[in-house]
T-cell receptor, first 111, second 114 residues
Framework: SQELEQSPQSLIVQEGKNLTINCTSS?????LYWYKQKYGEGLIFLMM?????EEKSHEKITAKLDEKKQQSSLHITASQPSHAGIYLC???????????FGKGTMLLVSP | NAGVTQTPKFQVLKTGQSMTLQCAQD?????MSWYRQDPGMGLRLIHY???????DQGEVPNGYNVSRSTTEDFPLRLLSAAPSQTSVYFC?????????????FGQGTRLTVV
């Protein structure tokens, strides 16, 4: 089974709408990283969460970490076409030397 | 800063051919990793290194070799290419003990094996 489960797998939202992507771990989370990927490109780092209850925001994107639930959420407010892409969560589940990733959530923003 | 540089960006190989995917970073990171990305499978770890001279296997190491002779470079070798190795390959580097602990990724190498 997947150690990091992301939901939903894909999402189409109308421009201006809010959305949430979830990342649930089967193991204890000692930190979680959110990345964004545009088609054909590399991964761009968005945010890192380290402590339970931690919440970070950058522009219209907010991420939270719920350590007890072993879950993180990524919330986008008033989505724009520039938010379209694949969002991936990653966590150091097998020691601190590497990250395990979820399968990603593909976001499309329609005009 | 260049960050993490991967070459080539695209490559087509015939079954049975060998090749090396290059990865270089200029951030003096000790940790480097190779992932492959396939539709519906997400990113899967192939090999990783925690410093020069030290490498270890990840989730899907079969058919690939790595070495780490310098801090900067971490090449990935395909010994005898198979169609199942058609994928997008990403190299990443990080410094888990630094101020910024996130992994930095290269732009990827899109490999097709025919």
């Amino acid at each position: 089974s997947q150690e990091l489960e992301q939901s939903p797998q894909s999402l189409i939202v109308q421009e201006g709408k809010n959305l949430t992507i979830n990342c649930t771990s089967s193991k204890t989370l000692y930190g979680l990283y959110w990345y964004k990927q545009k088609y054909g490109e590399g991964l761009i780092f968005l945010m890192m969460l380290q402590k339970g209850g931690e919440e970070k925001s950058h522009e219209k994107i907010t991420a939270k970490l719920d350590e007890k639930k072993q879950q993180s959420s990524l919330h986008i407010t008033a989505s724009q076409p520039s938010h379209a892409g694949i969002y991936l969560c990653g966590a150091p589940l097998s020691g601190y030397s590497t990250l395990t990733f979820g399968k990603g959530t593909m976001l499309l923003v329609s005009p | 800063n260049a960050g993490v540089t991967q070459t080539p960006k695209f490559q087509v190989l015939k079954t049975g051919q060998s090749m090396t995917l290059q990865c270089a970073q200029d951030m003096n990171h000790e940790y480097m990793s190779w992932y492959r990305q396939d539709p519906g499978m997400g990113l899967r770890l192939i090999h990783y290194s925690v410093g020069a001279g030290i490498t270890d296997q990840g989730e899907v190491p079969n058919g690939y070799n790595v070495s780490r002779s310098t801090t900067e470079d971490f090449p990935l070798r395909l010994l005898s290419a198979a169609p199942s190795q058609t994928s997008v390959y990403f190299c990443a580097s990080s410094d888990p003990t630094g101020v910024r602990t996130e992994a930095f990724f290269g732009q990827g190498t899109r490999l097709t094996v025919v």
